[in-house]
């Protein structure tokens, strides 16, 4: 299975993409930080007659990703009790993507599998739920397997590293993904 | 009470923007509909030396709005079963004004009254709540009152026109507010 | 419509009932109130070869209630931050009738139209959400369709006649039911 | 650390008692099964002049463990997305001896420690989010700390024993609690 892990941290080699690379440890994968990209916000654009138009940006080059990868895996640092801005801009944008013909966006969404990671301060293991519920409502509404999520904890720099229960966690994906 | 309405919409005149409008109608107010600014999401700087610094956008100017206003009343259609991108990306900064000393914005958040206006589709009703607990989480945080909350039904334009509910608690907030 | 209020509150007039009663006020409807029947635990028996036996309570006699009925009015305060107990216990022997072909339970349960009535203290309206995500998973297994759900705020005998947005939603359940 | 591990199964030999046990595995316990005890609804007398009167049943000799042990880990099957009733007629009945001078029962939980497992089928990873959500509030109430909770995928008697990723979680709070 090729894996492509879709960071929304806005922080290089933060907490979440060190658990989400120890999850796939070994094993081949590509990743994204989607705070990187330039990635345009969402423009309603469902109830116009001219639709949605091509839009100037990064998004069809993340596109071609997805397409070319088995196992999506969304790493997102607890912002604010949701996933990161970028990352919310970037599923924004499904819905012009959905509808666009020039990929078979939808179609391919359906054999995916999905892991989620997230990472946030003590209370995460908690306060990240309503998280997971969201996550859960998108996978369901693009019929994408939901394979399993994690919350870690780690606030400050390096302090996943002692959050052992993640770290096995890790460890089980990695045996799964393997 | 001085109002201000957050929008999170990016499309003019939806349904969300009505039920807010409607819930102040006659009552003084202002409205700043976040997609219209240029708001950058955040680079998290919070582990660094440095610092967050100043960022060339719209954002203080909304924050000045903010300080000045006693209810904040936040509407966003439900994207993907959370609020939109630009209101993220919006909330995100929070976590850079906060320690920004130029702005008194934690000690005034303590003080303002929060109140959230969601709308989507027939099942926002249900898959609407995590976004609410999110929200709750976020006024938690920062100590401000999160007064109520509603969930209208409308898809297409106009569509909130018909949510008679939504209509009835629109009401009753407006006599709350007035 | 016919309309079966099954109530869980385990107090003689409160606020709960007083909610829901006045949803159907002026209309035929039949109250059942839980903690007044006799009704066992369910004792798990889906993986014996025995299965389910009849159990000498007052469960048959709820049974009838809800085949006659169109509109199932689940009223209960929140206990714990869940339905109360009498409410659960009746819950849980669904996985008893669902199975048992003396009543045409499961069929029938397809057709009705769910309501929901909780009723707390002050932050039920946050509090009490997890238990509306419960009711709509019982309500989708089933395929009943969950129509809709009030929050009122009422610690003490009488308080939620005070909660004028409570009140106004009752009445327009009671339009929606007339 | 002493351990009560109070189970709401009401099946022997369950999934969630297997998980339960695991996690204790070589360290000293003590199991209680809710349902083989005589546990009384609670009857609400919180607004009644005379209050509470004490119960004819096995309650206080419950009480009278937890009040002996340091770690309560809660184990309940998912029952219809929540606790088992037996288990929802234990903690409604907190409201009782929560206000009973015989016993120190609000002060000694504040210093005890939770855990939470729930086993239920392959959707409980999602479906029994509502539940944590719902023990977390209710720890939170008593000011007791909700150290960790985990949930086991097992329908069928025995299947849980193939949830490895469980059964690591199983391991690491046994080193934690050993």
């Given at each position: 299975?090729?894996?492509l892990?879709?960071s929304?941290?806005?922080?290089?080699?933060?907490?979440?993409?060190?658990?989400?690379?120890?999850?796939?440890?070994?094993?081949?994968?590509?990743?994204v930080?989607?705070?990187d990209?330039?990635i345009k916000?969402?423009?309603?654009m469902?109830?116009?007659e001219?639709?949605?138009?091509?839009?100037?940006?990064?998004?069809e080059?993340?596109?071609?990703?997805?397409?070319?990868?088995?196992v999506?895996?969304?790493a997102?640092p607890?912002?604010w009790?949701g996933m990161?801005?970028?990352m919310?801009?970037?599923?924004d944008?499904?819905?012009?993507y959905?509808?666009?013909?020039?990929?078979?966006f939808?179609?391919?969404l359906?054999k995916?599998k999905a892991?989620?990671?997230i990472?946030?301060?003590?209370?995460?293991?908690?306060k990240?739920?309503?998280?997971?519920q969201?996550?859960?409502?998108i996978?369901?509404f693009v019929n994408?397997e939901?394979?399993?999520?994690m919350i870690g904890?780690g606030?400050k720099?390096?302090?996943?590293?002692h959050?052992?229960k993640a770290?096995e966690k890790?460890?089980?994906?990695?045996?799964?993904?393997?």
């Open positions: 299975m090729s894996i892990i879709l929304g941290s806005t922080r290089k080699n933060g907490n979440t993409e060190y658990l989400a690379t120890k999850a796939v440890e070994g094993l081949p994968h590509t990743v930080s989607l705070a990209k330039n916000p969402i423009v309603d469902r109830h116009t001219e639709g949605f138009s091509p839009v100037e940006d990064d998004y080059e993340i596109l071609q990703l997805i397409l070319k990868h088995d999506l895996l969304f997102t607890l912002y009790y990161s801005g970028p919310k801009d970037f599923f944008r499904w819905s012009q959905l509808r666009d013909e020039r990929f078979p939808k179609e391919e359906k995916k892991y989620v990671v990472t946030g301060g003590s209370d995460a293991n908690i990240g739920l309503p998280l997971i969201q996550f859960n409502y996978f369901e994408m939901f394979v399993d999520y904890v606030g720099p390096g302090d996943v590293e959050d052992y770290l890790a460890k089980s994906w990695n045996k799964q993904l393997g």
